[in-house]
C-alpha cells in the first residue's frame, strides 16, 4: 500500500491529495489550518495554548504518561510512534526515560506544530533518536507492523467517526502483533452546563471537535478488531475546569 510523505509539503486549506484521501482529508486538513493560525496568533488562546504543548508542561496534562513506560512496558529498542505529536513533548519525556536506541517517531498535521517539535528535539540533541514528519493520521506513513506501539493523547477530539474508524485500522496496520495502542483524549461531561463550558474551551482554536464517552472509545476500538482492551488515563484533563479524561491501552491481536 503506498503512502503520502506530507514531509516536505503544506498541508492546509486547498491542498490537493490522492482522489481516495479527499473525503477524511478535508476536515484533518481544516484542522491542520486552524492550528497553523491559532499558533502564529498573538490572541490570549494562542498565547495560552502555546504555553500548554511546551514539552514540559504538555505533561502536567498528559499525567497517565509518567507511568506507561513501566505500564505497556516499553524497551529501549521498541519503535513508537505518536501519533498527533504537537511539539514532541511525550517522545521527548519518553527518550529522557527509556533512551531508546533507534528512532521513535512523531507526526501531525499542522506545519507549524512539526517545525516547532523539530526545534524542541534539535536543541535537546536528540535528533539521531527522535523524527517529526507532518502528515495525517488516516494515512500513516509507515510500513504494516513496523511499530511496537502508538500514542495518540488529545487528538481524536478532532476527527468524526468515519477518519476515527480509518485512523484505527491504520494503527492496527502499522502495529505489529502483540503491539501496543495508548490512547485518551477528553471526554464529555455529565453536567449540562460543563459540557456547553467545555466544548467552548475546546473549540476557542480548532472548529472541529467531536467529544465521546469512554464507553464510545471502546466501542469503537473493539469494532476495529483490537483486543485486551484496559482503561487507562480515565481522570481529569483539566482540573479547573473540570474536564474528564478517557483512555485506553488496547492490543494488536495476531489475527488479521
Ligand atoms: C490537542 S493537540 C495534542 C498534542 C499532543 N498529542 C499532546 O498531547 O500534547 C492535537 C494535535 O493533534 C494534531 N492532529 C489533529 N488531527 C490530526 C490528524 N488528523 N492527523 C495528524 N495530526 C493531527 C494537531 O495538529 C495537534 O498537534
Redesign the pocket.
Known sequence: MAHSDYSGSKVGKGVALSAAAVPVADE?QE??HD?DEWLERDSLSARWVRFW?SPKR?LWL?TPVRALAARIPLQSTDRVLDL???YA??LIYLHRKIRFTGTVEG????AR?VERAREEIRVRGMQEHVNVRQ????ELPYADASLDAVLC???IK??SDEPLRTVLREVRRVLKPGGRFCVWEAAPSRHRFMQVWNLKLLRLGVSVVHLRTAAELRGFLEAAGFSDIQPYGHGLYYFYPPLPRAGYIATRSAEK
Not at 507526526?107 to 499542522?110: E, K, M, R
Not at 502528515?135 to 488516516?138: E, F
Open positions: 484533518q484542522t491542520a492550528y504543548f504538555t498528559n498527533g505529536c504537537g513533548g511525550l507526526l501531525d498535521c499542522s506544530m502528515g495525517l493520521a488516516t493523547t488529545y487528538v478532532h476527527l
